[in-house]
């Protein structure tokens, strides 16, 4: 079954960066957008920006430009999510999610399990 | 970027209940609309994805409708296991804005 897989609980400290990891299984990695997602403590979804697999393209939402960088290695199917900069209130559960849809109507039908990031000095 | 806009924030409501959220985008966004079942600590949950499609395994009570910038996601027959946080996202252009949810209380 399609399954996203993502790595730990992080704590950081302001100004650290994070690496968040996201390993796909079930399907072939290359075929399907990954978006990230993240969501601060009792607060919405907020979409982070999104990664083809298939070349690396990507587009970022303006909130995040020239701190996140999403990469991803395909020999492992797995897509890598770095923030860097961390201020607090970056702290937040942060998901990857695989696109569904197949250029029609896109929609993310799979989510990873959500990895808690927390900045804290 | 386009805004979505979700109301109520929050709603009360019985087992039994018919629920309905709704979602407006700041522009036409034609059908290019999702809703998402959120409960505490798991990941969103796909329901209705391209405004009105039912996502495979998801109950029929739960419906969606609209076009272009107004949508309802409609719960018939309210179950126990529906009291969750309910999730509207536009796919018509990146970047893919998310509405602020709508918390279904238990009465």
């Known amino acids: 079954q399609v399954q996203l897989v993502q790595s730990g609980a992080e704590v950081k400290k302001p100004g650290a960066s994070v690496k968040v990891s996201c390993k796909a299984s079930?399907?072939?990695?290359?075929?399907?957008?990954v978006h990230w997602v993240r969501q601060a403590p009792g607060q919405g979804l907020e979409w982070m920006g999104r990664?083809?697999?298939?070349?690396?393209?990507?587009h970022y939402a303006q909130n995040f430009q020239g701190r996140v960088t999403m990469t991803t290695d395909t020999s492992i199917s797995t897509a890598l999510m770095e923030l860097s900069s961390l201020r607090s209130d970056d702290t937040a559960v942060y998901y990857c999610?695989?696109?569904?849809?197949?250029?029609?109507?896109?929609?993310?039908?799979?989510w990873g399990q959500g990895t808690l990031v927390t900045v804290s000095s | 970027d386009i805004q979505m806009t979700q109301s109520p924030s929050s709603l009360s409501a019985s087992v039994g209940d018919r629920v309905t959220i709704t979602c407006r985008a700041s522009?036409?966004?034609?059908?290019?609309l999702n809703w998402y079942q959120q409960k505490p600590g798991k990941a969103p949950n796909l329901l209705i994805y391209?405004?009105?499609s039912l996502q495979s395994g998801v109950p029929s009570r739960f419906s969606g409708s609209g076009s272009g910038t107004d949508f309802t996601l409609t719960i018939s027959n309210l179950q126990p296991e529906d009291f969750a946080s309910y999730y509207c996202?536009?796919?018509?252009?990146?970047?893919?804005?998310f509405g602020q949810g709508t918390k279904v209380e238990i009465k």
């Open positions: 999610a695989r696109e569904g849809g197949g250029g029609s109507f896109p929609r993310l039908e799979t």
């Open positions: 079930g399907y072939t990695f290359t075929v399907y957008y």
């Open positions: 391209a405004a009105s």
């Open positions: 522009q036409s966004i034609n059908s290019y």
């Open positions: 990664i083809n697999p298939n070349g690396g393209g990507t």
């Open positions: 996202q536009q796919s018509y252009s990146t970047p893919r804005t």
